[in-house]
């Protein structure tokens, strides 16, 4: 089964720039599209970025476009958040996410890593 571990989190400055990382393993990675979700104290989980098993396609949740970027690296397995310009509205714990195309589950979840953006 899919395994997924999280990192690259922690306490930045408002302004200040994090990229976080996500190990994959257990699969053929490029079959499956990668996102990046974040859950607030007190909020639903919501989805950040979502890149598709190529790397060609992206998405992003409005708020994030322009600050930050998934990128992911097929052949060693990993996913990438890039988080730039950070704001304290961007603290949360960030989750990867790994669904395989044609699923009718919300795919398999890492364990998190908390991104904390605080003067």
């Known amino acids: 089964q899919v395994q997924l571990v999280e990192s690259g989190g922690g306490l930045v400055q408002p302004g200040g720039s994090l990229r976080l990382s996500c190990a994959v393993s257990g699969v053929v990675f490029s079959n499956y599209v990668m996102s990046w979700y974040r859950q607030a104290p007190g909020k639903e989980r919501e989805l950040v970025a979502t890149?598709?098993?190529?790397?060609?396609?992206?998405n992003y949740e409005d708020s994030v476009k322009g600050r930050f970027s998934i990128s992911r690296d097929n052949a060693n397995k990993q996913v990438y958040l890039q988080m730039n310009s950070l704001k304290p509205e961007d603290t949360a714990v960030y989750y990867c996410?790994?669904?395989?195309?044609?699923?009718?589950?919300?795919?398999?979840w890492g364990q998190g890593t908390q991104v904390t953006v605080s003067s």
């Open positions: 890149i598709d098993t190529t790397g060609y396609r992206r």
């Open positions: 996410n790994a669904r395989y195309p044609g699923s009718r589950s919300r795919g398999s």
